[in-house]
């Protein structure tokens, strides 16, 4: 065996005893609740969700992957918990440690979705007025939100807004295109990055692009530009947060 497989041997998810016994270190992790820090009842709920996914990872039979470079993953989505089944590829290998890796999401296994509150309950959760939370909706505050007829459903496990701006990337899911009067390229762009200006703090630059046709293209935008486009990118259902890095337990006992 050379050092590129018995490191990804060491590093990654085989069977569904190792998943269940990273989940354990994960939730573990979860109670903690140090950083970001959550409000109490959204870090109950984020455990509630990541206990709904082990129990379906527990009734599902999954083979043990012995092919070299498949692994299972698994992402906590702020709205859903998935089992991913990947591939590896062009693993690099610097100081007895991988230092660069591509791989690539061949197929969902499992998504568990977390309960969603009304206005009226996510606004008594958080203690605040309900007109606040439609405030939020207006403002693309509220980044996991989803449409529902004419009202809106919010999370149980997406917590209150925090001061200032974090830098966010939305994928539009399944080719579909968002359509906007105010926002054309939107229709373009299968990705959607908006990051805030260095020297100007209500300057926000969004990066459109396609990896399929290409197409790559910049605006900069006002403070509440940027309000009514993640506002419109919400609303239309058609994407979805890009997952932030996240603690990943490490499982093996032994050492190499």
């Known amino acids: 065996m050379d050092i590129k497989e018995e490191l990804f041997r060491e590093n990654y998810l085989f069977t569904r005893e190792d998943i269940l016994k990273s989940l354990e270190l994960f939730i573990e992790h979860e109670r903690l609740n140090e950083e970001p820090a959550y ?8 455990i509630k969700l990541c206990e709904k996914f ?23 989505l702020e709205n859903s918990m998935e089992l991913n089944l990947c591939r590896a590829d062009e693993i690099e290998v610097e100081n007895d440690e991988i230092s ?20 009226e309950q996510y606004a008594a959760m958080h203690n605040v007025e309900s007109v606040t939370i439609r405030q939020w909706i207006r403002r693309g505050k509220l980044r996991h939100a989803k449409k529902n007829g004419r009202d809106w459903l919010i999370p149980d ?15 539009v899911e399944n080719e579909a295109k968002i359509e906007s009067d105010e926002f054309p390229l939107l229709a373009v762009s299968e990705s ?4 805030q200006g260095k020297n100007k703090k209500n300057k926000f630059i969004c990066y459109l692009n396609n990896y399929k046709t290409k197409f790559n293209s910049n605006i900069e935008l006002t403070r509440s530009e940027v309000e009514r486009l993640e506002h419109t990118i ?23």
């Open 54 to 76: 082990v129990a379906a990872i527990r009734k599902c039979k999954l083979p043990i992957l012995t092919e070299l470079w498949w692994y299972y993953e698994y992402q906590f």
């Open 157 to 171: 496990t997406e917590d209150r807004p925090q001061r200032g701006f974090s830098s966010v990337q939305y994928i």
């Open 234 to 256: 919400i609303e239309s259902g058609k994407a979805r947060v890009e997952g932030n890095i996240q603690y990943v337990p490490y499982i093996r006992d032994t050492e190499r």
């Open 192 to 195: 959607i990055f908006i990051v």
């Open 100 to 119: 660069s890796m591509t791989s690539s999401v061949e197929h969902t296994l499992i998504s568990i979705e977390c309960d969603y509150l009304t206005v």
């Open 39 to 46: 409000s109490s009842e959204v870090v109950r709920n984020r």
